[in-house]
């Protein structure tokens, strides 16, 4: 089962700043079958990118994604007050279990 | 618009069974695999079963094995969680998810909002 670890666990920023998001595998992820999603209190989650640098219907461009192999990086180019949320990775490069990563919180400095 | 409703959540006893609903609409349900994802309160996400699209195949996570059976109807669109032998950290929102990819390969691009399980005595 391929693990996923997400840093910073949190992260503190202001609107306006660029936003990374690190999620590291513990083996190599095949094809870069990696997903993004946000989620919000109280809301399911959404997913943002796939393919670990697809955007998802309607995701504005200042979400992108990148990476390969083991390290995956989701970035929000100017935070938006609505992108304060918890973001998740996933990976599917193989089948079942489908693994999540514990996840970053991103706040409002 | 692609609509995932779950239903069925509640309280249950530990050893205790639950029937877990989602009715699908907004999509061609029968082709299509279903899954289920949860998150225990505070906690992250875990992908908890998934099924091909017409049930001849299942895949359940190491945590729920032999306890959790995942079921569907196409003739009704819905997806189903039969929950057995629960155990108190089964407690979480489980969410109803549809699986986009191939050949098992799948992320998930919409969700249900949720239902609660709460496994508590």
């Known amino acids: 089962e391929i693990v996923l670890t997400q840093s910073p666990g949190t992260l503190s920023l202001s609107p306006g700043e660029r936003a990374t998001l690190s999620c590291r595998a513990s083996q190599s992820v095949s094809s870069s079958y990696l997903a993004w999603y946000q989620q919000k209190p109280g809301q399911a989650p959404r997913l943002l990118i796939y393919g670990a640098s697809n955007r998802a219907t309607d995701i504005p461009d200042r979400f992108s994604g990148s990476g390969s192999g083991t390290d995956f990086t989701l970035t929000i180019s100017r935070l938006e007050p609505e992108d304060f949320a918890v973001y998740y990775c996933q990976q599917y490069g193989s089948s079942p279990p489908y693994t999540f990563g514990q996840g970053t919180k991103l706040e409002i400095k | 618009e692609v609509q995932l409703l779950e239903s069925g959540g509640g309280l249950v006893q530990p050893g205790g069974s639950l029937r877990l609903s989602c009715a699908a609409s907004?999509?061609?349900?029968?082709?299509?695999?279903m899954s289920w994802v949860r998150q225990a309160p505070g906690k992250g996400l875990e992908w908890v079963s998934v099924i091909i699209s017409n049930g001849g195949s299942t895949y359940s996570a190491d945590s729920v094995k032999g306890r959790f059976t995942i079921s569907r109807d196409n003739s009704k669109n819905t997806l189903y969680l039969q929950m057995n032998n629960v155990r108190v950290e089964d407690t979480a929102v489980y969410y109803c998810a549809k699986p986009r990819g191939q050949q098992l390969r799948y992320y998930f691009d919409y969700w249900g909002q949720g239902t609660l399980v709460t496994v508590s005595s």
């Open positions: 907004g999509f061609t349900f029968s082709t299509n695999a």
